[in-house]
């Protein structure tokens, strides 16, 4: 079922909140409105409602009245077009920095980094640049696998990051398998699922995570 593996997890984060802006922009495919319909279904049973931000005329504003923001799927591109046309990038850094809780997944946690050159999708239209939120200090590759294809000539995941690290050596990489997260908190990051997570950095060898805190990444 859609977002059951996580559900525990955002019940977690959205305690007291009531009700939650979900952000559609990543859906390309689906509507918007049935994009937040599925998001309202999959999560009615936290007993929270949500409402997507494309809603509303002034959208920074409907941002600014909630206590949870949920970032959905989809294309990433497209989610940070969409989010620049309508002033949302500083309006999400600044709430985020205020209390604001962020939940993001594939896409969405794409924009939580500082750009959005590890995510795996089509540039399917111009994102006007790709610098994102910087919510964390590295980026994160979600749905990791290593795993190839039998004659199948184009290159791994490994060497796609390979190639990013090697022209961006100061930037780290958390790839993060299906069915795995990181949680955030003040200083604390806790990765929790049922695979381990990897750190790929310019200078070494993959590192494996187990899940669990993380003391340093």
């Known amino acids: 079922g859609y977002l059951v593996h996580a559900r525990d997890a955002?019940?977690?984060?959205?305690?007291?909140?009531?009700?939650?802006?979900?952000?559609?922009?990543?859906?390309?495919?689906?509507?918007?409105?049935?994009?937040?319909?599925?998001?309202?279904?999959?999560?009615?049973?936290?007993?929270?409602?949500?409402?997507?931000?494309?809603?509303d005329a002034d959208p920074a504003a409907a941002l600014a009245a909630s206590r949870l923001v949920l970032v959905g799927g989809?294309?990433?591109?497209?989610?940070?077009?969409h989010c620049r046309r309508r002033g949302l990038l500083d309006a999400l850094r600044l709430q985020v920095?205020?209390?604001?809780?962020?939940?993001?997944?594939?896409?969405?946690?794409n924009l939580a980094c500082p750009t959005i050159r590890t995510t795996n999708d089509m540039p399917?239209?111009?994102?006007?640049?790709?610098?994102?939120?910087?919510?964390?200090?590295?980026?994160v590759n979600p749905h990791y696998t290593n795993a190839t294809i039998p004659g199948h000539r184009g290159e791994s995941r490994d060497q796609r990051l390979a190639e990013f690290l090697a022209l961006n050596p100061q930037v780290p990489v958390l790839a993060l398998p299906e069915g795995c997260w990181l949680r955030i908190s003040g200083e604390r990051m806790q990765l929790a699922g049922t695979q381990p997570a990897w750190w790929f950095r310019a200078d070494g060898a993959p590192v494996r995570l187990p899940s669990g805190p993380i003391a340093s990444i």
């Open 10 to 55: 955002i019940a977690e984060i959205a305690a007291g909140a009531g009700h939650a802006a979900f952000i559609p922009f990543a859906g390309v495919t689906v509507s918007w409105d049935d994009y937040e319909a599925r998001v309202a279904q999959a999560l009615a049973p936290l007993g929270l409602q949500v409402r997507s931000l494309h809603r």
């Open 124 to 139: 399917v239209i111009d994102p006007g640049g790709f610098d994102a939120l910087s919510l964390v200090p590295f980026q």
């Open 74 to 81: 989809g294309n990433t591109f497209s989610l940070l077009h």
């Open 97 to 109: 920095a205020q209390g604001l809780r962020y939940v993001g997944w594939s896409a969405g946690t």
